[in-house]
């Protein structure tokens, strides 16, 4: 979205004002803090930015692009599946991530 904003030479306050979308949302959007907009915030977008749903949705998906993402990560993620933690016991094991990062910056 923001190459495309830029390619329109759109502010981002500029693109909030036409798109009755708050600057702010708009940032989180753009810096994919904000990963699920509603479909009515992509379409105004969309309007804004004056491209298809379907080619911004595709933009927007290559730019976010999973194939970016580590393989370890990836690897790391399968392993915990296949252990049985769900997606939603991470957060449980949060401390212990800490104390691996923490020993790892202060070795003995």
Request: avoid cysteine; charge should be neutral; charged fraction near 30%.
């Amino acid at each position: 979205m923001y190459e495309r904003r830029r390619q329109k030479g759109l502010t981002i306050s500029e693109l909030a004002k036409r798109t009755k979308i708050s600057k702010s949302y708009l940032s989180n959007i753009e810096r994919d803090l904000n990963r699920n907009p509603s479909i009515d915030v992509v379409q105004r977008i969309a309007a804004v930015l004056d491209i298809e749903l379907e080619e911004f949705l595709r933009i927007e998906k290559t730019n976010g692009n999973p194939n970016n993402i580590d393989e370890d990560l990836i690897s790391f993620a399968a392993e915990l599946k296949e252990s049985g933690i769900q997606k939603e016991q991470i957060s449980e094991y949060k401390t212990l991530f800490e104390f691996i990062q923490w020993k790892n910056q202060n070795p003995t």
